[in-house]
């Protein structure tokens, strides 16, 4: 079933979550343990992120040091399944620019419809590590816009190799990304809005937010995103801080800001144990406020760790 179906079905709030395929190597058991205690909220659905190429520097007998590429995190088509398969849950598989070329988006897709698998998370990805701005791959899609107009093609029966005859159309629902706090790479949120509202306009039925922490920027932005005439649902995506590390890595990875009572509130903490407890309350009353203005599912970005994101949840559902 389509998200928009599931967000449809009632005014109530519901609660979904994002999840990371498991690192290389790892158990999918893993995976499961962590999603189990969380299906007692029904999810109607969980996303499973991408993960683009990594370049690792390994070390040669002769002491130079040879560069491969990696993907750390592969997996997510499958996971969707298995995960679908287990749950009897409607999954949401993220596609990324960054790294494909659009035949293997093609294939992916493909194999994603074969699966039953009904919504799509459209996004471009990050530049990697090694490169100062993003580039993507020859013959592959440079924003998220070029890959909802990919998908919306196969949604009207229309491959890349257009001598194909009577191609039967995919019907995925697309979803897509938005920014409270503006893209960082956005020299505006005007223009940020503009783009935003193009991948709306060619086929997206509905936005979800970039973690926030400050509940007026999100009210902000759906008040903005209205103003320009995007009417799709926006899901706001939401993550419990959990250690004290993260008072930087949140800002530094999301570019986004900490409001000055809950940075406060983390600074005057002893350990992680105290951090927890605070980054716990924080989103249960965060969630409590959204879920007052009817938002339709406080989307938890579990981040490998589900016992915050239960504890929250036990609270609200
Ligand atoms: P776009 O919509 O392509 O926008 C990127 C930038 O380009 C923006 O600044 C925008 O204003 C600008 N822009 C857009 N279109 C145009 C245009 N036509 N011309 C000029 N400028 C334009 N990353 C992963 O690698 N894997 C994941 O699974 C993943 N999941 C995510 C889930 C969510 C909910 C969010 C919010 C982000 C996720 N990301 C993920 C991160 C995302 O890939 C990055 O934030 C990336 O930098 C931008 O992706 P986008 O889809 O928003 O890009």
Known sequence: MKVVDHLKKTDKTQFSLEVLPPKKGDNIQHLFDH?????????????VTYHREEYVFKKMPNGLLQRKTTRKRPGTVGICAAIKNKYDVDTVPHI?????????????????????IDNVLLLRGDAIKSEARFIPEPEGNNYAIDLVNQVMDMNNGRYLDDTLENASSTDFCIGVAGYPEKHAEAPN?????????QKVDAGAEYIVTQMFFDNKKYFDFVDQCR?????????????????????QILPNTFHI??????ADALEDCKDNKQVLEVGVEWAIQQSKELMSNGVPTLHFY???????????????F
């Open 227 to 247: 103003a320009a005439g995007i009417n799709v649902p926006i899901i706001p995506g939401l993550k419990p801080i959990t250690t004290l590390s993260q008072i």
């Open 96 to 116: 990324i620019c960054g790294g494909f070329t659009r035949e293997e988006t093609e294939n992916a897709l493909i194999d994603l419809n074969f699966l039953g």
């Open 302 to 316: 579990s981040m490998g760790k589900a016992e915050p994101v239960y504890r929250i949840a036990k609270e609200l």
């Open 35 to 47: 999603i189990d205690p969380l299906m007692e909220f029904k999810p109607p659905f969980i996303d």
């Open 257 to 262: 800001d900490l409001p000055e009572d809950l």
């Open 189 to 197: 949120m005007k223009i940020d809005l503009k783009y935003l509202k």
